[in-house]
């Protein structure tokens, strides 16, 4: 039990383009998402806290307006890198509660 | 300083050692003590879950959680080279929240 599911699994876009990621709960029902993005041999670093049917709680220095979130229903939570540039080439990971300490398999993003 | 510091590494062991993987902290408040495991390009996968100081052992793994001294271990017998994997821990203050607090990792590499 507790499967997060992330799709894409990878991604590449052109700079200034948009890119969406979902992160999906297959089997429970999750009231709230994380997203965390990783760059390469450094630590996972929260970007934000998802609740199912109001707005994300943005950590100091994330761009809100940047990184919209929406988790519109409670097995779906999505993340728009809007504009992306090439220093938001990262790997973005999602994980659920109740089961929190699940993670999704992650999305490689790479803005060319 | 960091909440929480974990040597990066990388520990190259042979097969069959036993690794000893740690972390130290710094808020007091942490209760609940996590052990991942990340193998390059995927999300991480739990290992263990601790709450209380002693230890925890669940196959080759044991966690041990030293509260007083703000310092946490993993340790791994009879590695094997499917061992080889990047392990964070992870620390929150409360179940409730499950916003996550990483080390940078430590890369381990068994050596067949």
């Known amino acids: 039990g507790a499967v997060v599911s992330q799709h894409p699994s990878w991604v590449i876009c052109k700079s200034g383009t948009s890119v969406k990621i979902e992160c999906r709960s297959l089997d429970f029902q999750a009231t709230t998402m994380f997203w965390y993005r990783q760059f390469p041999k450094q630590s996972l670093m929260l970007m934000a806290t998802s609740n199912e049917g109001s707005k994300a709680t943005y950590e100091q220095g994330v761009e809100k307006d940047k990184f919209l979130i929406n988790h519109a229903s409670l097995t779906l939570s999505t993340l728009t890198v809007t504009s992306a540039h090439p220093e938001d080439s990262s790997f973005y990971i999602c994980s659920a509660s109740p089961y929190g300490y699940t993670f999704g398999s992650g999305t490689r993003l790479t803005v060319v | ?112």
Do not use: H
């Not at chain 2, 942490?30 to 991942?36: D, L």
């Not at chain 2, 390059?40 to 001294?69: C, H, I, W």
């Open chain 2, 1 to 112: 300083q960091k909440e929480v510091e974990q040597d990066p590494g990388p520990l190259s062991v042979p097969e069959g050692a036993i690794v000893s993987l740690n972390c130290t902290y710094s808020n007091s408040a942490f209760q609940y003590f996590m052990w991942y495991r990340q193998y390059s390009r995927k999300g991480p996968e739990l290992l263990m879950y601790t709450y209380s100081s002693g230890n925890k052992e669940d196959g080759r793994f044991t966690a041990q959680v030293d509260k007083s001294s703000k310092y946490i271990s993993l340790f791994i017998r009879d590695s094997q080279p499917s061992d080889s994997a990047t392990y964070l821990c992870a620390m929150t203050i409360t179940s409730g929240t499950y916003k996550y607090i990483f080390g940078t990792g430590t890369r381990l590499k068994v050596l067949a």
